[in-house]
């Protein structure tokens, strides 16, 4: 088994679970790392790769996006800022004058500074997305210290290019088993040593194991010898003090303090001094050190800074020095705070909401406003409608999307008057704002324009309860939260026998003794349950589940599949239960067979007699423990032993929050009145962009085709059937999932 090095583990985290294998085995993680800014490269989207044909794109950044935070935490990993010089295939006009991007546009806008003539389209990706290079730009030079990715060796050999033979072959001299050997090698398969961290893992135990007296020595000989230019100057590549003694041993000092010695602060933006004529390299101060009885700085610019001393180097020398690939060494005193940091990016105040967010009107609607009924269901679909997202707001307009626009299961939260001993003095200016800028937008006009999203978060942020509530990207069960619970004080839809009470209910299940290849929300929720021996008290009118992840950052299983309906009448307490096997009513449960039997049936009521008369059960070695159901009188009353149970309670799928490198999107689905299969739509707040820096982005509805005879029966079982990009994306994206009970809604 090969290990993977830092700069790979880097080049991967971005990329989803599902997709890390093929990129290691289809030869594009070594793409990823070969590819520099000014390369050419082929690349789609993963999602769409079998609608699309590949398009050629100009590598304009690849790196880390540490410093653009999401929820507190860093984006990890390595991305890279694509942009296409042709039109891109499949997309329309309409998108091709635009940038497009899978994350949130400020970021892409980060990434991709300018916009040149000729620019089709953006995208932001992570290593999956490039499929090929076109054109690599590598100019190697004779003394360049290089990796050879041969593949018959675990690990690439390290070499000094003595000679370029043509364009296709070098000549590089390599430390073969003690002896100096000259290969000519395609420089293809040929790195720049800088580009290149070597695991700390895979580290020979030899403190200097590649450039050693007698290595430097003689590569430098072997360059001189070659290319005396080379030699006599030193390649800036090769770092300043490649051919200088051993460093002397190292003295910790204290970065954070060595910072605020010479008036800077860890992570601030800065500006590094360059020669003259050179423009400052604008970047992020990231460490401070001391190497050589100097003090050094440890920083994130966007191109190596001229003269910066080697880094490998000061990895040697100073254990604490940051590992990135993406940070450059210079002398401390070149830095100095940028002093555009503080700059405000708000735009300028007397701008008017159409100036900002584009000419489409959303006038406010006053009254009670209904669903979007299914004969109208038609003008959802297309561009500029649903919520338009700006700045970090995904996560609230799926979620306020999939809530409000065709169900009224959330009604009751935009109807009840205030309390004046319970509420808050805010309560209906917020629920005014919800429903009067957003619900009756959203139903009426289709189409909620960002201002009025901005000004429900301003009213939330007030509140002071969730810091960063304008700017700052959150969870979407943290939203329901602030505004179902402690904004307008809701009684929770859901009801535990615990006497705990929520709005959404987290399912976490230990899956260690299930075989769950590809669990649904049905067996997950109960599991949930059952594992944490709770039930619910009553029918919800609505459930929003949250799957077993954590946003972005962790997975329990890498796809979960939404059940279009939920059968929940076993988790009622009060509910009479139909034994599994003859049909009356249960007198006992038997968690030990919950998936056991019946290829995963989800099956444990028993009457008695049917259980005492299950072998499965009796088996020693399964020693199966029961658990007596107690029913309220009138159920016992009215079904004795004879007469047959049959009133399932179920719970029908309406929509599903979706997540992906951070960007929140929503699927509804919408079932039909005469029993027809239900449609489903695919909602992005974000999904495409007018302008750069100071436009705004355009949302979008499409229709999302046949999802339910995806997720109901076995075709996601069949391997040789691959589903649709919309069904792959909602089974390893899914968040949130949203369920109602239209009869338990009449009653409350
Ligand atoms: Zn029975
Ligand atoms: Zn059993």
């Not at 507190?72 to 499949?90: C, K, M, R």
């Not at 080379?230 to 910072?259: I, K, M």
């Not at 929940?568 to 067979?593: F, M, W, Y």
Request: charged share 25%; proline share 7%.
């Amino acid at each position: 088994m090969k290990r993977l090095t830092v700069a790979q583990k880097d080049l991967l985290l971005p990329v989803p679970y599902s997709e890390r294998l093929f990129c290691i085995e289809k030869g594009l993680l070594q793409n990823g790392q070969r590819c520099q800014i000014g390369d050419c490269v082929l690349a789609v989207d993963p999602l769409k790769h079998e609608l699309r044909e590949p398009t050629k794109f100009t590598v304009r950044y690849k790196g880390s996006l540490r410093e653009r935070r999401d929820r507190g935490t860093p984006y990890a990993g390595i991305y890279f800022g694509l942009v296409s010089t042709e039109p891109v295939q499949n997309f329309g006009p309409r998108q091709i004058s635009c940038f497009k991007s899978i994350y949130s546009p400020d970021v892409l806008q980060y990434v991709i500074k300018e916009r040149n003539e000729g620019d089709h389209q953006a995208v932001l990706c992570s290593l999956d997305w490039i499929v090929g290079l076109v054109d690599k730009k590598f100019a190697l030079k004779s003394g360049d210290q290089v990796l050879w990715f041969d593949d018959e060796r675990p690990t690439p050999l390290r070499g000094v290019v003595v000679r370029i033979v043509n364009d296709k072959l070098a000549s590089v001299n390599f430390d073969m088993d003690g002896k100096k050997k000259s290969i000519d090698v395609e420089i293809e398969a040929l790195m720049l040593a800088s580009d290149y961290e070597v695991d700390t893992a895979e580290r020979p135990r030899s403190p200097y194991p590649f450039d050693s007296q007698s290595d430097a020595s003689a590569a430098a000989a072997a360059a001189a010898a070659a290319d005396p230019h080379a030699a006599a100057s030193g390649h800036r590549r090769q770092g300043s003090d490649y051919d200088n003694a051993p460093p002397p041993p190292y003295e910790p000092v204290d970065p954070l303090a060595l910072a605020t010695e010479h008036g800077l602060e860890l992570n601030a933006a800065i500006l590094v001094e360059e020669p003259r004529n050179h423009q400052p390299q604008q970047g992020f101060l990231r460490w401070c050190g001391s190497y050589r009885n100097e003090a050094i700085a440890g920083v994130d610019c966007e191109m190596t800074p001229f003269d910066s001393v080697s880094a490998s180097a000061v990895r040697r020398a100073c254990p604490d020095a940051p590992t990135d690939s993406s940070i450059s060494f210079v002398q401390l005193n070149r830095v100095r705070l940028d002093p555009r940091f503080r700059e405000t990016r708000s735009p300028a105040p007397d701008l008017t909401p159409s100036q900002r967010f584009g000419h489409k009107t959303c006038e406010i609607v006053d009254g009670d406003c209904k669903p979007v009924a299914h004969e109208h269901w038609g003008k959802l679909v297309g561009p500029s409608r649903g919520i338009q997202g700006h700045h970090n707001s995904c996560y609230l307009d799926a979620t306020l999307f999939a809530m409000f626009t065709t169900v009224s299961v959330f009604d009751g939260v935009l109807n009840r008057k205030r309390n004046k001993k319970k509420d808050i003095p805010e309560y209906e200016e917020i629920q005014k704002c919800l429903k009067l800028n957003i619900v009756n937008c959203l139903r009426e006009h289709q189409f909620v324009r960002a201002d009025h999203v901005i000004k429900l978060r301003e009213q939330l942020d007030k509140l002071g309860k969730v810091p960063g509530m304008l700017g700052e990207e959150k969870d979407p069960e943290e939203f329901i939260n602030l505004l179902l619970d402690h904004a307008l004080k809701h009684d929770p839809y859901i009801k535990l026998s615990s006497n705990q009470a929520c709005h959404v209910l987290q399912l976490f299940v230990d899956s260690s003794q299930y075989d769950l290849k590809l669990p649904d929300t049905e067996t997950l929720l109960h599991l949930t349950l059952l594992q944490a021996g709770l039930k619910l008290t009553q029918t919800p009118s609505c459930l929003v589940l949250q799957t077993p992840r954590s946003g972005k950052d962790y997975k329990l299983f890498d796809r979960v599949v939404p059940s279009t309906e939920l059968d929940i009448s076993n988790l009622l307490t009060e509910h009479p239960r139909q034994c599994c096997v003859c049909g009356k009513l249960a007198e006992l449960e038997c968690h030990d067979c919950f998936l056991q039997f019946q290829e995963a049936s989800k099956d444990y009521t028993f009457c008695k007699k049917c259980f005492d008369n299950n072998k499965d059960h009796k088996n020693p070695k399964a020693q199966h423990k029961t658990v007596g159901i107690k029913y309220p009188k009138q159920v016992t009353k009215k079904y004795g032993k004879d007469k047959p149970v049959e009133c399932p309670v179920k719970m029908k799928l309406f929509a599903v929050v979706c997540i992906h490198t951070s960007h929140y999107v929503c699927f509804l689905r919408l079932c039909q009145p005469d029993n027809r299969p239900a449609k489903w739509l695919f909602f992005d707040s974000m999904a495409d962009r007018s302008g750069l820096e100071s436009g705004y982005n355009i949302p979008e509805v499409t229709d999302a085709g046949d999802i339910d005879s995806w997720l109901n029966g076995s075709k996601l079982k069949d391997s040789s059937v691959q589903p649709p990009p919309e069904v792959k994306r909602l089974l390893s994206d899914c968040y949130l999932c949203f369920y109602s009970n239209e009869e338990a809604a009449m009653y409350r």
